[in-house]
């Protein structure tokens, strides 16, 4: 089992941009495939961006497609989500996850999640 912490999240304004970054301890982190989801208050927790074990394949939500990138650096057990042209609809806590399995979109299939950031974006 590996241990996330994200980190990165605050205000911004509309168009602005932001990086989110999720350190992994505890575990082989190269053996994981991650995931970022977002959960406003009275709804579901949904995919945001996912990138397999080996980062040859990555998967995004159709809102946060063009705009939104994600990435991981192995050798530093960090996953980064790059958020670029932000949107008052993207205000959400970001979490990050990871599975030791396949990519997946799923919230469920998660066995391992940060607490979350907050972020916000002004109109």
């Known amino acids: 089992q590996v241990q996330l912490v994200e980190s990165g999240g605050g205000l911004v304004q509309t168009g602005g941009s932001l990086r989110l970054s999720c350190a992994a301890s505890g575990g082989t982190f190269s053996w994981y495939s991650a995931g970022w989801f977002r959960q406003v208050p009275g709804k579901e927790r949904e995919f945001v961006a996912a990138i397999s074990r080996t980062v040859d394949t990555t998967n995004y939500a159709g809102s946060v497609k063009g705009r939104f990138t994600i990435s991981r650096d192995n050798a530093k057990n960090t996953v980064y989500l790059q958020m670029n042209s932000l949107k008052p609809e993207d205000t959400g806590v970001y979490y990050c996850?990871?599975?030791?399995?396949?990519?997946?979109?799923?919230?469920?299939?998660?066995?391992?999640w940060g607490p979350g950031t907050q972020v916000t974006v002004s109109p």
């Open positions: 996850a990871a599975r030791n399995g396949g990519i997946a979109t799923a919230s469920s299939v998660y066995q391992n």
